[in-house]
């Protein structure tokens, strides 16, 4: 496979599961991103990965839990949601994180998660 | 704080011109790029500007002025795949963010 690609594409859970996001990109890439997409809203940032170092954090509730094993794999894990979290988590990669290399964003066609 | 204003929805038919214009407040200025997301689809790149003026890529064109935190994206030639949603996003002084605006619906008629 080629890109960006999210596992699962729709996921269901309860207040009180736990549950885990997946990114994957073999574009060879250095950093890699988290957005939440919610109906009507912009793409709000959620956190950034440069070399699998957490650059930002993007004032996200504890609840979210990144993780960067890799520059070609990126995780979301979830805990205690809420049902306003119900949204489309999409990641995303690009070269680097400054430079033109900064300038392409890459998607994967996202995850999306709806809390009970 | 930042902030892109660019419009809801428009609906143009087949084979005519549409312009999507966006305008941004935000503290520092790199450039500002649009993306493309079909329904259900990963946004898709397509174009950044930053210097001021005109970048044509093939049926679609960008266009920023600095001096007026504005841009727009102009489509051509209009075709029924080109209904999507399309957002301008700007890089700002925080060289990992990218602040997206709210998104425009874009529907092509027959």
């Known amino acids: 496979e080629t890109g960006v690609t999210q596992t699962p594409r729709h996921l269901v859970m309860g207040m009180t599961n736990k549950k885990s996001l997946k990114c994957e990109q073999h574009l060879g890439h250095n950093a890699m991103y988290w957005y939440k997409q919610s109906a009507k809203k912009p793409l709000e940032l959620m956190f950034v990965?440069?070399?699998?170092?957490?650059?930002e954090n993007n004032s996200v509730p504890s609840r979210f839990s990144p993780e960067c094993p890799n520059s070609s794999h990126l995780f979301l894990h979830l805990h205690t949601l809420q049902p306003e979290d119900s949204a489309l988590y999409l990641c995303a990669s690009s070269q680097e994180t400054s430079g033109t290399g900064a300038n392409v964003l890459t998607f994967g066609a996202g995850s999306r998660l709806t809390v009970l | 704080g930042q902030s892109l204003e660019q419009p809801s929805e428009v609906t143009a038919v087949e084979g005519a011109i549409v312009q999507i214009n966006c305008t941004y407040q935000?503290?520092?200025?790199?450039?500002l790029s649009w993306y493309q997301q079909h329904d259900g689809g990963a946004p898709t790149f397509l174009s950044y500007?930053?210097?001021?003026g005109l970048e044509e890529t093939g049926r679609f064109s960008s266009f920023l002025s600095r001096s007026d935190s504005y841009g727009y994206l102009l489509l051509q030639e209009l075709q029924m795949k080109d209904s999507a949603s399309y957002f301008c996003a700007v890089r700002g002084l925080n060289f990992n963010k990218f602040y997206f605006g709210s998104g425009t619906k874009l529907n092509v008629k027959p």
């Open positions: 500007n930053a210097l001021d």
């Open positions: 990965y440069n070399f699998k170092e957490q650059t």
């Open positions: 935000t503290s520092g200025f790199y450039g």
